[in-house]
């Protein structure tokens, strides 16, 4: 689906925010790769929602259908973290949030690769402390993550 030409109009954006709303769509990965493509070289991408945990999940889960139809499932953080490097960004800093009760959370920020500059950043896995190499195939565009020891 093609953004509305309001929003296609004024792209590219320096920063697109996705904030609780990953649980509502059918396709997030499909939607945060639209948005993507909105975003200036070098551009910031941050997704936060809350997160898939606990044997408990599935159960509360329904729950949450049953009280909001427009619920379609929640990620787990290293799901946020895939999303949002398929679409195209390096992983900046991702961490969890606690807010009490069953709510947990995830933020993942990323950053638009940019083609004018050669293909090498860090990166750090949503829900890992350690650094991880992440490199570009300059012809494909396909990400490599390899996860370094941490000293």
Known sequence: ????????????????????????????ARTV??????????????LVDFTRHGWWWAAFERFLHIMDRQHQRTLTPAEMHAIITNAGCLVRRSGTIVAGGPWRG???LGQRRSTEHGATATSAPAGRSGAAADAVDPETGAATIAEQAQE
Not at 6 to 26: E, G, K, S
Not at 33 to 46: M, V
């Open 1 to 28: 689906h093609a953004p509305p030409p309001l929003i296609r109009d004024h792209a590219p954006y320096d920063l697109i925010t996705c904030t609780n709303v990953l649980h509502y769509l059918q396709n997030p």
């Open 33 to 46: 790769a639209t948005l993507h493509d909105l975003l200036a070289p070098d551009g910031t991408f941050f």
């Open 106 to 108: 995830a933020y993942v």
